[in-house]
């Protein structure tokens, strides 16, 4: 009797050390939890009936207007004591980097002393990059440009791969192709832009403006699901039956990768992380087997257009491939080239930071590093 009795306490005094520790173990869990802080805040997809990709990095002080649209993967970042602004029925897309850079030399707008910002109608083309920069009104900034502490006055217009500095471009000014513009004198020697590069902008701006409608829509009706990863196209007035991406077999897509509409991969591809194919404008987007594309690669295409391309795509980083677009087999491109509204044949490999644009390619040609390539002359005369 007296045995089971002193088993019995200490039964009773082994469950209190254990429920002691239980206690003392969730009174530190609740302590700990007191002590944190959440940084969720509801998501700001659908904004001021502006549409933010939930891929969009985004940090610091950033305000957006009315009816803008920015696309996957671009990296809006205003460091502390500065400001990012974006003004009405603006687009920015797919890749771009808006930044507002503390101790370093900006111009002063409304926006902050220390900002980058863009006026109403703005067009920035993938994978741009916008350092503490001014953007007036009804601009348009092309694939792979860079500013850096820039003020481009209304209706400027900055064609692809062309690099700005510590200059201020004037109203209704055009930057060539590839051209570096760091001085005042080379600012003031531009031309100025045709009616067609104004058709252009506003073409561009229409079809921006029916994006940020229209994703808005979808992610409100379906959720995130239809807004991230491979997925459907908004409905459209160009568009109005959209369809699902199309893979292969044995595709891998890292993460954050961007599939839209009518896309049509190969079997035994890889795409590598915050890629964006989008054939939510023009379609379809075709790529045929055994494509290696790697990060940040952006392809998309103009209304009524379509990029096609043959098997065994290989590609570096940051590219841009932009229909209308025709490409063979076994095309190599390395990192940072454009390659827009072209025919290419097979076997071309084409080298870091090129441009090749409006012009056909021949089998077996191989373009040079840094080469800007923009008329038929220059593109025969390559080896």
């Known amino acids: 009797m007296y045995k089971k009795f002193n088993n ?28 944190l802080v959440s940084l969720f805040s509801p998501p700001k997809v ?14 610091g002080d950033v305000s957006v207007g009315k009816n803008v649209f920015v696309a996957s993967n671009t990296i ?24 507002a850079l503390d101790n370093t ?10 900002s980058s910002s863009t006026g109403e109608r703005v067009s920035i083309a993938h994978q741009a990059n916008i350092k503490n920069s001014s953007i007036g009104n009804f601009t348009f900034i092309g694939f792979r440009s860079r500013l850096n502490n820039v003020v481009l006055e209304d209706g400027a217009f900055v064609l692809h791969g062309a690099t700005l500095s510590n200059v201020r471009i004037g109203k209704d000014r055009l930057v060539p192709i590839g051209a570096v513009i760091t001085n005042q004198a080379q600012a003031d020697a531009l031309p100025l832009k045709t009616e067609a590069n104004s058709e252009f902008q506003n073409e561009v701006l229409e079809v921006n403006e029916e994006f940020a409608e229209h994703y808005g829509e979808l992610y409100e009706e379906e959720g995130f699901d239809l807004v991230t990863g491979a997925s459907v196209a ?22 954050f990768v961007r599939l839209v509409g009518d896309v049509r991969l190969g079997s035994n591809s ?26 940040r690669v952006t392809f998309h295409a103009l ?4 990029i096609r391309i043959g098997k065994n795509l290989n590609t570096d980083d940051n590219i841009v491939f932009h229909g209308p677009l025709e490409v063979g087999d076994n095309l190599t491109i390395e990192d940072d080239a454009v390659l827009f509204r072209s025919k290419v044949g097979n076997n071309v490999t084409i080298g870091t930071g090129a441009l090749v644009i409006d012009v056909t390619l021949r089998d077996g040609v191989q373009v040079p ?9 220059q593109a025969d005369a390559l080896m």
């Open 8 to 35: 019995k306490l200490k039964f009773i005094f082994i469950a209190g050390i254990f429920l002691s520790a239980l206690l003392s173990g969730t009174a530190a869990i609740a302590a700990q939890e007191s002590d």
């Open 369 to 377: 590093e840094g080469a800007v390539i923009t008329t038929q002359e």
């Open 46 to 59: 659908v904004v001021n009936s502006s549409y933010i990709s939930p891929l969009v990095e985004l940090f």
């Open 270 to 295: 890889v795409v590598g992380e915050r890629t964006a194919i989008r054939a939510d404008e023009g379609s379809p987007i075709i790529i045929g087997d055994n494509a290696e594309i790697e990060d």
């Open 234 to 255: 908004p409905k459209t007035s160009w568009n109005p039956n959209p369809v699902s991406p199309t893979l292969g077999e044995n595709v891998r897509l890292d993460e």
């Open 105 to 114: 030399p900006a111009p002063p707008t409304p926006c902050g002393a220390r």
């Open 76 to 99: 809006l970042r205003a460091e502390p004591e500065t400001r990012l602004c974006i003004g009405n029925e603006t687009n920015l897309q797919d890749n771009i980097l808006f930044l």
């Open 303 to 306: 209304k009524g257009t379509s």
